[in-house]
């Protein structure tokens, strides 16, 4: 029988949390009539909860990974690796570098973002996205003071949950030169608690693992300036530092601003409760590269969850059906990682740690990639795209997309 041709294209740019939940759903419930294509420069999407696991030495870097072309195969949808750098709003189409414009009715953005660039001296410092760029350096310097044998101070920037879950992380793979006092690891916070926006319970837990994995923290401490001997705070103090690591709030990708879209200050699409953008109702965005969510942190749960509404409002879009509005999730417990075999689990004011909660975390985030990377494919598979069919039978690849 003659396969019907689609009668509309839904382009999805970026491998972040979002469109991944979003795929997961196409996977389980695929619209009629419709041609769906992820873009994503990389064949490999990292997820971002792991990424502390996987440095502290419990993962393996594949695990987690989630691939990509074959998550499209699952969800029927095309897969093309490659760049995009603009969007042209007024023909409906994304530029892509090597390969032909792209057409689009509908168009969803996840592209993530990188770490915050604007403290002077951020040239000096090494970002922690994106993820692939940064496990290649951590592999280097964990040969580097294995090998060299001579004291290195290292500074995390940025005391949230991100920043600390990297310390500890740090500590736990570093857990001999650190107890012997030939590395250091400073954990930077403009706030005065660490981790921010965690209860007061919860952060005399985090203090006690930090003294645990003898891991230096300063608050109250705002970056200024970053230079190759150490990092200077705006009240002028100064911590001599060999390695600096950036885990501050996030930036957006410069070319979403010169595309047309309404953007922040801070060059984040700014989206409705639809999470459609403001100034073009045909574009969706999800995860980090929104603005206009706010009080709502962002997070991968946060990302993952506005990926499964972004399935819901494109399908009724394209069936010109009513949108739903955005409603964070209500997150009623949260764990935090203390290296590879401890938790911080907190449930309002409430707060408790031990290797109980270490394990329940490390099994929810295996489950996740898990879900996505065993969905079941199609009996018949029909991969007509020379790029998806190259990806597919892909071996690991260099750079992860930002998450």
């Known amino acids: 029988m003659h396969k019907q041709a689609p009668s509309q294209d839904v382009v999805l740019i970026g491998g972040g949390h979002g469109h991944l939940e979003l795929l997961r759903r196409w996977a389980e419930s695929p619209a009629a009539g419709v041609r769906l ?33 074959r998550l499209c195969r699952a969800a029927g949808a095309r897969f093309i690796q490659a760049c995009a750098h603009h969007i042209d709003l ?27 660039h604007q ?18 350096y951590w592999e280097q310097l964990q040969q580097q003071i294995q090998r060299e044998h001579r004291p290195m101070k290292l500074g995390v920037v940025g005391g949230g949950a991100g920043g600390f879950e990297l310390a500890m992380a740090m ?15 400073h954990l930077v916070q403009a706030d005065h608690r660490i981790p921010s926006g965690y209860p007061l319970l919860a952060r005399r837990l985090a203090a006690r693992e930090l003294a ?20 200077f705070s705006d ?31 801070g060059g984040f699409v700014q989206v409705d409760k639809y999470l ?33 509404l ?35 689990a907190t449930c309002g004011a409430l707060a408790a740690a031990g290797s109980a909660f270490a394990r329940w975390k490390s099994y929810l985030e295996r489950r996740f990639v898990q879900r996505i990377n065993q969905l079941p494919l199609p009996a018949s598979e029909n991969i007509s795209d020379t790029t998806t069919a190259a990806a597919a039978n892909a071996t690991p690849v260099e750079n992860e997309p930002s998450a």
């Open 171 to 185: 500590a736990s793979a570093l857990e001999e030169p650190v107890y012997s006092g030939r590395v250091e690891i």
């Open 90 to 116: 007024e023909r409906n189409c994304v530029s892509l570098l090597g390969r032909a414009d792209l057409p689009f009715d509908y168009l969803s953005l996840a592209v993530g973002a990188t770490s915050c």
């Open 37 to 69: 294509t992820l873009v994503s420069p990389q064949t490999v999407s990292a997820y971002s909860p792991m990424v502390p696991g996987m440095i502290a030495g419990l993962y393996p870097h594949s695990e987690i990974h989630i691939d990509l072309p």
């Open 310 to 344: 972004l399935y819901d409002n494109l399908r009724a879009a394209l069936q010109a059906e009513p949108l739903t509005p955005y409603r964070p999730q209500r997150r009623w417990s949260r764990l935090l990682a203390c290296g590879p075999t401890q938790a911080i």
């Open 119 to 136: 403290i002077p001296g951020a040239e000096h410092a090494i970002p922690v996205k994106p993820i692939g760029q940064f496990y290649r």
């Open 235 to 265: 009240a002028g103090q100064f911590i001599p530092i060999d390695k600096a690591l950036l885990c501050t709030e996030p930036s957006a990708p410069p070319w979403l601003t010169q595309a047309g879209l309404a953007v922040d200050d």
């Open 212 to 231: 645990r994995l003898k891991v230096r923290h300063h608050t109250r401490w705002q970056v200024s300036e970053i230079t190759a001997r150490g990092i």
């Open 276 to 308: 459609r953008a403001r100034s073009h109702p045909h574009i969706f965005a999800a995860g980090d590269v929104v603005s206009g969510l706010q009080p709502y942190p962002k997070s991968a749960a946060e990302a993952c969850n506005q990926g499964s």
